[in-house]
């Protein structure tokens, strides 16, 4: 059996490719939510163009150049992918973070001050829980995105199941291919039904 197979090293591979895809996503939801609540705030709503035009622009890169471009400072391996994997998928967040708070009502929060809520209580208790599902929606793509591109990662010493996807390809060897692109289907389609179902909950609540 080609040990490229066993089921040992897949899910060894598998281990890698989530912890990657965890990594990048949970600091593109940190980031991507605190740039959008800071541009949505009244003082700093004139920089939300300037900040979506910067963030742009790793996402209008082709994944391989960043990659590039980040690997000559931060080398080869864990730390450039889950960079990349920021820069690749942080806009979506931002985007949907923004379009999330400027869409709650504004006598809702008006009404809010007028019971002496202050500006953090309003923005935890109002405004993240109303626009939540769209931010959500935001932290899906994201997620769904880095699902796809983390193979990439394989290419510069970052392991998981890209190894597999690469090798298959260079060897023309169509099992050792699948044996990394079926997983990396399946944990894209875990993941979007996951945040698809949150997302579904928030519109109820």
Do not use: C
Not at 59 to 70: E, F, G, I, K, R
Not at 71 to 93: E, K, M, N, Q
Not at 183 to 201: E, M, N, Q, S
Request: net charge positive; charged share 10%.
């Amino acid at each position: 059996m080609n040990s490229l197979l066993s089921f040992h090293h897949v899910l060894f591979l598998t281990e890698q490719y989530i912890e990657l895809v965890a990594a990048g996503s949970s600091i593109a939801i940190v980031i991507g939510l605190l740039l959008g609540i800071v541009i949505t705030r009244k003082s700093m709503r004139r920089s939300a163009p300037y900040v979506l035009a910067l963030v742009n622009i790793g996402q209008s890169l082709p994944s391989l150049a960043v990659l590039a471009l980040v690997i000559g400072f931060l080398g080869l391996g864990f730390r450039p992918t889950v960079f990349a994997l920021v820069i690749y998928s942080v806009l979506a967040i931002v985007q949907n973070t923004t379009t999330g708070i400027l869409r709650v009502d504004q006598g809702v929060v008006e009404a809010a001050r007028g019971i002496g809520m202050g500006p953090l209580k309003i923005l935890t208790s109002i405004e993240l829980p109303l626009a939540a599902s769209i931010i959500l929606s935001g932290v899906r793509t994201a997620i769904t995105v880095n699902i796809g591109t983390a193979a990439l990662g394989s290419l510069i010493g970052a392991g998981g199941l890209g190894t597999l996807l690469f090798t298959g390809l260079s060897m023309e060897d169509v099992p050792v291919m699948l044996a990394g692109a079926i997983p990396i289907a399946i944990l894209a389609v875990i993941a979007d039904f996951g945040v698809g179902w949150a997302v579904k909950r928030t519109y109820l609540a």
